[in-house]
């Protein structure tokens, strides 16, 4: 019997080794995937938890543009305060703080079993999305491939409301980065999306591929809206819009799911092809 369980522990700890390694590789490809559809330029940055140890650390680049990003760039943080988990890892990205929070969130979380589905955080600064934070337009689902965003409007975080008018917009510590978690908690569901008012968006998946795909859709939520605007002749028209419903969203949302890796396959194949 102890044999058997020593034999079914190295089993599961090749499995998870071997997804680790495979999620080195697929966040390299997020990081460049992102960069090469205008989501993130120099800043921004994916991560996802580390599936040797899901609920303590998280695997995110070392301060690097995305675009460059390598697997062996790649580095584990830990979730309770976003510290590297070896003290010898180069430097980090400022706002490493947004993911842990979001992480740490989760893990502490019993509330809703969805919102324990959060594998993987993305932070972006699209021009597309800025226009959405600083005023207050609807900003859901106007089209099936957004459906994930749902039918009620994405959340602004307002960082002057906790930390006041001279801050630099970036969440710099973990108690910022607490303040911007706490908005993707809903009593019943993960809000997938917030808004950051003059910095950009925070967006959480179940898996990478899922949150590359939100992002993707996202931006283009963001560009479908911003030309409805100049159809209709302003801001105040998209109040009128017919945005999905919230059925519609649960229904589309659940026929893209089967999708995801038709997408991520073209867009690895643009990767080639550049
Ligand atoms: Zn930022």
Redesign the pocket.
């Known amino acids: 019997m102890g044999q058997a369980l020593d034999v079914m522990s190295e089993q599961s700890q090749a499995d998870s080794h071997s997804m680790y390694i495979q999620c080195l590789q697929n966040l390299s490809i997020a990081s460049k995937i992102l960069a090469h559809h205008g989501i993130v330029d120099g ?2 940055h994916v991560s996802c938890r580390d599936p040797r140890s899901p609920k303590e650390h998280f695997l995110l680049s070392r301060n690097l543009a995305p675009a460059l990003v390598e697997p062996e760039d790649i580095v584990p943080w830990r979730i309770s305060d976003a510290e590297p988990v070896h003290p010898d890892s180069p430097r980090g990205f400022l ?1 490493r703080c947004i993911h842990s929070e979001i992480y740490r969130k989760v893990s502490n979380s019993c509330i809703s079993l969805q919102f324990d589905d959060v594998e993987a955080v993305i ?1 972006f ?1 699209s021009l597309s999305i800025i226009p959405f934070g600083l005023m207050e337009i609807p900003f859901k689902a106007a089209y099936h491939m957004a459906s994930f965003l749902g039918s009620e409007p994405a959340p602004i975080f307002e960082i002057r409301d906790s930390f006041g008018p001279t801050t630099d917009m ?2 710099r510590n973990t108690t910022q980065g607490e303040a911007l978690a706490s908005l993707f908690k809903e009593e019943s569901h993960t809000r997938p999306l917030v808004l950051m008012r003059g ?2 968006a925070t967006l959480v998946a179940p898996s990478l591929k899922l949150a590359v795909f939100r992002a993707i859709y996202t931006q283009d939520n963001a560009k479908i809206l911003t030309n409805l605007a100049s159809l209709a002749g302003g801001v105040d028209p998209l109040h009128l819009a017919r945005y999905l419903s919230k059925e519609e969203c649960e229904a589309s949302a659940e026929s893209n799911s089967g999708q995801v890796l038709r997408a991520w396959d073209v867009w690895c194949k643009e990767l080639e092809e550049k």
Do not use: D, V
Request: glycine share 22%.
């Open positions: 800043f921004g706002e932070h600064h970036l969440i910095h950009g």
